[in-house]
């Protein structure tokens, strides 16, 4: 969305793909400085690692706007963010409604693909599917599948594991595109099947 609305406005974009690393994010904010840009948008991973190099472009005079999620400092000129907690809950709907069509009632045991809890998107995810899930008296979180990457090898490779040693669960909820296509490839290896 944002290249096309560039290129409406005759806006030279450049994007960079910090790869969920923030090392590989502060490198790219230090390149963008270099080139006096004239704006940064970025969605820091970890808020805090990404603060002082805020600053600096800040101090530079370049304005930098966060969405999603924020960098730990005063500096930033805007934020914007979608409702992560309110989206997994949602989620967490659906996954009730379907398990309600399945038995009749809301039951079922579930497992959460748990993306890296260091980044407060994947938190807001992951705590809003949990509370609402736990509301219900006869639904369970049976497993959570921790990843420290959220890309799709990463967790094709993890619930390949998982799936080839159980696949008695009745919901599985992924918080992200990348833990999505993942698990998608990890049932597809392991041909599993889902009602």
């Given amino acids: 969305a944002a290249e096309w609305y560039a290129e409406d406005n005759g806006i030279n974009l450049e ?6 690393d923030s090392a590989k994010q502060i ?4 390149q ?3 080139q006096d840009v004239d704006g940064i948008v970025i969605s820091p991973f970890e808020p805090g690692a990404l603060a002082s190099v805020v600053e600096d472009a800040v101090d530079d005079g370049i304005p930098v706007f966060t969405a999603n999620s924020t960098a730990s400092t005063d500096a930033v000129s ?9 989206a997994a809950g949602s989620a967490a709907e659906l996954m009730i409604s379907r398990l ?3 038995y009749g009632e809301a039951r079922g045991e579930v ?3 748990v993306a890296p809890q260091r980044n407060p998107t994947f938190v807001d995810r992951h705590e809003g599917f949990v509370n609402r899930i736990e509301e219900e008296d006869n639904i369970d979180i049976v497993d959570q599948i921790q990843v420290e990457e959220s890309n799709q090898a990463s967790i094709t490779s993890k619930l390949s594991t998982r799936l080839q040693q159980n696949t008695d669960f009745d919901g599985l909820y992924c918080p992200d595109l990348n833990s999505e296509l993942g698990t998608l490839a990890a049932m597809e290896n392991t041909d599993t099947k889902v009602a």
Avoid: H, K, P, W
């Fill in 78 to 86: 805007m934020f914007t963010a979608f409702g992560n907690a309110n």
């Fill in 32 to 34: 963008m400085i270099r």
């Fill in 27 to 30: 490198e790219d904010l230090r």
């Fill in 100 to 102: 309600e069509d399945r």
């Fill in 111 to 113: 497992v959460e693909i």
């Fill in 15 to 20: 994007v960079s793909n910090g790869q969920f």
